[in-house]
């Protein structure tokens, strides 16, 4: 670690040592100790408070990220991965299936742009001329083959001008062809960008969208279990509703347990920057978690329960579906799952361990239903 992170991250743990109520000898020799693993990052230690007995104990398995990525792929086969990181791979799969997904226009490979039937464009010049000619008033772009939001950008239509909804940045055809064409070094995906029911607007405060996360375990019968769900709740200055453990300022609401698509509570990272806190309302509208029922909840569920059996080489996928005023949208799957550190208790004990306890094996691994 480099100096300023080594403080920043002391500083994060004296701090959260304090919120927590852990001797800061105590709490520091414990992050040292997961740290000096190779598997937990200082993300992790800090973000979930993992030096805190308190919230160790609510973790049925300890785990880190980089573990449990080892652990999934004996449920996920690395070499089947692509059909869901790959954002083009998945929009294919979907479409294929009659599943739904947002309209896409195209994607670049390899720094070269494509359609959305995946035909090669030639240059920056055609690239933009197409996405002119295609892409609808409201469009996002995102990289091809990644995470937790990266490279996530808006753009509004204004006459003939693409407007960045971020920065106010104004392009022509030629221009926008020019900024999407690969050349930052992370291939892209241009979708039309979509919009929460009015219920879930009216919650938040703003227009924008926020995914619920539905996690799906095809059982060797055929059977589809509900491993879990969540919703990305928007409450910080981000348009994506990715949360990064708080940091974003965005929230995760749960349920109690129940696959009724009623919340309960959310979390939010802690005062002190390090660990999580459950809340009841959301911070800018005071609306209560507490009894929100969200939109479309069944459709939501009978739509990841078809989807989860479109991909038969994956057998546990975590879905993010939009809930649009014309229903349920699927944005994207994740072959590579976070465990729900965040809310373990909206997880049972049963799966925790069967997928990512010492002696989970995906062999004989039954869905529930």
């Not at 995470?147 to 808006?154: E, L, P, V």
């Not at 049972?348 to 004989?364: L, P, V």
């Amino acid at each position: 670690m480099s100096g300023n992170r080594i403080a920043r991250f002391l500083h994060a743990i004296r701090a959260g040592s304090r919120a927590h109520g852990v001797p800061f000898p105590a709490a520091l020799a414990r992050s040292l100790a997961l740290y000096a693993t190779g598997s937990f990052s200082r993300k992790e230690i800090a973000g979930y408070a993992l030096y805190a007995p308190a919230v160790r104990a609510t973790l049925p398995v300890l785990i880190s990220k980089e573990r449990s990525l080892a652990k999934l792929a004996a449920f996920n086969p690395r070499s089947h991965q692509h059909l869901t990181e790959a954002k083009d791979d998945f929009h294919r799969v979907c479409v294929r299936e009659g599943i739904a997904v947002p309209a896409t226009y195209g994607w670049t490979r390899g720094g070269v742009p494509h359609d959305a039937e995946g035909r090669p464009l030639g240059d920056a010049a055609a690239w933009g001329a197409h996405l002119a000619r295609h892409a609808a008033a409201d469009f996002i772009v995102k990289d091809r083959d990644g995470a937790y939001g990266s490279g996530f950008r808006a753009f509004r239509r204004e006459g003939d001008a693409f407007v960045g909804v971020e920065d106010g940045t104004q392009l022509d055809a030629a221009g926008l062809g020019v900024a999407l064409s690969g050349e930052r070094g992370s291939d892209l995906i241009v979708q039309e960008r979509l919009f929460d029911h009015p219920s879930l607007t009216a919650f938040c405060g703003r227009r924008g969208l926020q995914t619920v996360r539905i996690n799906t375990l095809l059982g060797e019968d055929g059977g589809v279990t509900i491993l879990f769900w969540m919703m990305k709740i928007l409450a910080g200055r981000t348009l994506s509703d990715n949360f990064s453990m708080g940091t974003t300022g965005n929230l995760i609401a749960f349920g109690d347990g129940r696959e009724d698509g009623v919340l309960a509570a959310a979390v939010t990272m802690h005062p002190s920057g390090s660990g999580l806190m459950r809340i009841g309302a959301h911070p800018s509208t005071g609306a209560a978690f507490a009894g929100f029922r969200l939109p479309f909840w069944r459709e939501a569920v009978d739509l990841v329960t078809a989807a989860q059996r479109c991909f038969p080489q994956l057998r546990t996928l975590g879905w993010d579906v939009a809930l649009t005023g014309r229903g349920p949208v699927v944005i994207e799957a994740n072959a590579r799952w976070d465990p729900p550190c965040y809310a373990p208790q909206i997880m049972s004990e049963r799966w925790w361990r069967a997928i990512f306890g010492n002696g989970g094996a995906a062999a004989g691994v039954r869905a529930a239903g």
